[in-house]
């Protein structure tokens, strides 16, 4: 036989049904890898778990949200003020009292705001996200549009 025939032979894995045994591997009785440990998901917050101010300050946010559908900023400010006095953590209140300024077109309150926001609420890059977008909507109101092109850049970036 010649040479190459015999290679050719050793190729074929069908011509060989001992190959496994000679090598002595067969990955058909190999056992599986182990499977991969499960991840400890925590649980989402339940409102018993809240404190007190936060509570407090979830119930001014919903207070502060109908007042705001009212069209009623004044009172809309307090309550989302008030709330974000009593949880400084939750970047929401803040945004949501940014949003009235920008319905009473006071662009550089708005912008102030969503930069107090940011810094609260940096971990979250996705709020954070939107914060910057949001200031470079101001600022392409105003049409200050390097302005706006800066911030939506850094939206970009931080995303």
Not at 14 to 39: A, G, V
Request: charged fraction near 35%; charge should be neutral.
């Amino acid at each position: 036989m010649e040479a190459w025939l015999a290679e050719r032979k050793f190729m074929n894995p069908f011509n060989m049904s001992n190959l496994y045994q000679k090598l002595e591997c067969d990955p058909r009785t190999i056992p599986p890898p182990p499977p991969p440990p499960k991840k400890e998901t925590k649980p989402e917050p339940v409102e018993k778990d809240l404190q007190e101010s936060k509570k407090q300050a979830l119930k001014g946010k919903e207070l502060g949200n109908d007042a705001f559908k009212k069209k009623d900023s004044d009172a809309t400010l307090k309550l989302y003020d008030r709330a974000t006095g009593l949880d400084p953590t939750n970047m929401t209140f803040v945004t949501n009292q940014a949003a009235v300024y920008i319905e009473k077109g006071n662009y550089s309150e708005f912008r102030e705001l969503f930069e107090k926001a940011i810094e609260v609420g940096e971990e979250d890059y996705r709020q954070t996200t939107r914060a910057y977008a949001q200031i470079g909507n101001a600022y392409f109101k105003e049409e200050k549009y390097k302005d706006a092109i800066h911030f939506y850049n850094k939206s970009l970036a931080e995303h």
